[in-house]
């Protein structure tokens, strides 16, 4: 599953690498790429609409964060974007307040429902539940038995008409498995319904009434992720039909291109719920509309990175500290301990700071850099009184010498952090003047 599209957006960002920023013919030529690997990926047209203009809007925009180079914004925008059309936040199930909570299943035949309930059952005993299945499938020859024979290997008791019984309502089965639940103290009911090969008014009738008489906390329409932009057209069928409140994405090991995930929680405005991956019954899950996302960026260290860098690159911090040298010059020994402090945030990303694009210069320096520096510095500077601190001019030698005293330091040590305290006050003058800190492009504004 996009593997096809992870590819390409891959080769979208890789032409980004080592520009300082982007120019109105980088975001154009971005976007246009983006656009055709959604397309070739099945993913529906308006859907692509959205989500290119989405990315142009905000690759334009001022929202450029300080910590990122220009590919990396692309990619956490696109990012951001993704988990959205994904639907945001993970939807959970709702259960019901009283009464056991009764979830039902619609959705063509082949799609994976009674596999999927089956599953769902397993899901839910292992979150603490004691659900029921409810065989309403009466249409498919075999469907009971099938659902009895899943229901067998989860260990999950099956709800079905008798045999013979000439029992052939499926309301009525449904009905009664809501007494059945209550009498043996089961609190999830999970109903299966009929499916067919295409979607037909019988069918849809059937799921409604079904849905009128059981008045379910959830209904989840079950769709075959393999079957691409028919996906969609299904999943409004449904829709209008039966109604529903979230969607299970079947089959998503299978070699799709993935359109239909990434379309249909924004033509329907229903969220997928869970996916369902393999023929396992553990092949199952919440679907996780981020995990989603990393997966097609297929990029899990760099959006950590991303999410990390953001985190350690103190903004504020480094926005006062440039303030307070363009307005008086007085960047102070304190200053310094406080950036060495952030770096030494940045020593534990070390090993993972290689792959940020334009930060690999720093990889040496990060990966030899020592932890015990910053304790050593930290020492001399609170040997030192708030005057020193803030007037480093003031150190001589007699006071340098108490000072490496007082730290446990040699004289050395305080020379060599006063000259790079020096060092990076200049280099703080240039911050301030706009020049950007090197490899890491322009600052904004
Ligand atoms: P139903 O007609 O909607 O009840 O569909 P079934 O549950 O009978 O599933 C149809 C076929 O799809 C069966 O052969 C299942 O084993 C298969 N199947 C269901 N879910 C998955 C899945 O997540 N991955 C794969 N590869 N096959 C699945």
């Not at 259960?95 to 397993?122: D, E, F, R, S």
């Amino acid at each position: 599953m996009f593997a096809t599209l992870s590819d390409r957006l891959a080769d979208t960002f890789k032409n980004l690498r080592g520009k300082g920023r982007l120019s109105e013919a980088d975001i154009d030529a971005t976007a246009r790429e983006i656009r055709i690997a959604l397309l070739e990926a099945d993913v529906a047209l308006p859907v692509v609409k959205e989500f290119t203009a989405a990315i142009k809007e905000r690759a334009r925009g001022e929202e450029v964060s300080q910590a990122l180079n220009p590919a990396q914004q692309i990619v956490k925008i696109v990012n951001e974007e993704l988990v959205e059309i994904l639907g945001g936040e993970t939807r959970r199930l709702r259960y019901a307040k009283t009464g056991p909570t009764v979830i039902m299943l619609a959705g063509l035949q082949g799609a994976g429902k009674t596999t999927l309930a089956a599953k769902l059952a397993l899901w839910l005993k292992e979150q603490g539940k004691s659900p029921l299945l409810v065989a309403c499938d009466l249409q498919r020859p075999n469907a009971v038995n099938q659902l009895q024979v899943n229901g067998e290997r989860v260990g999950v008791p099956v709800f079905a008409p008798e045999p013979g019984n000439g029992v052939g309502n499926p309301v009525a089965v449904a009905q009664a498995s809501i007494e059945e639940a209550k009498r043996t103290l089961h609190d999830v009911v999970i109903v299966d319904t009929a499916g067919r090969l295409g979607v037909d008014a019988e069918m849809m009738q059937q799921a409604k009434d079904i849905r009128a008489a059981v008045n379910p906390d959830e209904v989840l329409f079950v769709v075959d992720a393999m079957i691409g932009q028919d996906a969609v057209n299904t999943a409004l069928a449904f829709q209008e039909g039966v109604g529903f409140d979230g969607v299970v994405l079947t089959k998503l090991d299978g070699d799709a291109r993935g359109g239909a995930a990434l379309s249909i929680r924004s033509i329907t405005g229903k969220p997928v719920m869970f996916a369902s991956a393999g023929e396992k019954m553990t092949d199952f899950d919440l679907f996780h509309p981020d995990r989603m996302a990393g997966r097609i960026l297929d990029m899990g260290d760099m959006l950590t990175l991303i999410e990390q860098a953001e985190k350690v690159f103190d903004q504020e911090q480094a926005a006062k500290a440039a303030e307070k040298l363009a307005g008086k010059g007085d960047f102070t020994l304190d200053d310094f301990l406080q950036q060495m402090q952030q770096i030494r945030k940045l020593g534990s990303m070390s090993k993972i700071m290689g792959m940020l694009p334009g930060m690999g210069q720093f990889k040496d320096a990060l990966a030899n850099f020592d932890e015990r520096e910053i304790d050593r510095i930290q020492a001399i500077i609170q040997s030192m009184t708030p005057a020193e601190r803030d007037n480093p001019k003031l150190i001589d030698g007699s006071r340098r010498l108490r000072i490496s005293k007082g730290s446990g330091t040699q004289v050395s040590d305080v020379n060599q952090l006063v000259d790079r305290f020096n060092e990076a006050k200049k280099m703080m003058l240039q911050l301030a003047k706009g020049g950007g800190l090197p490899g890491m492009g322009p600052m904004p504004g």
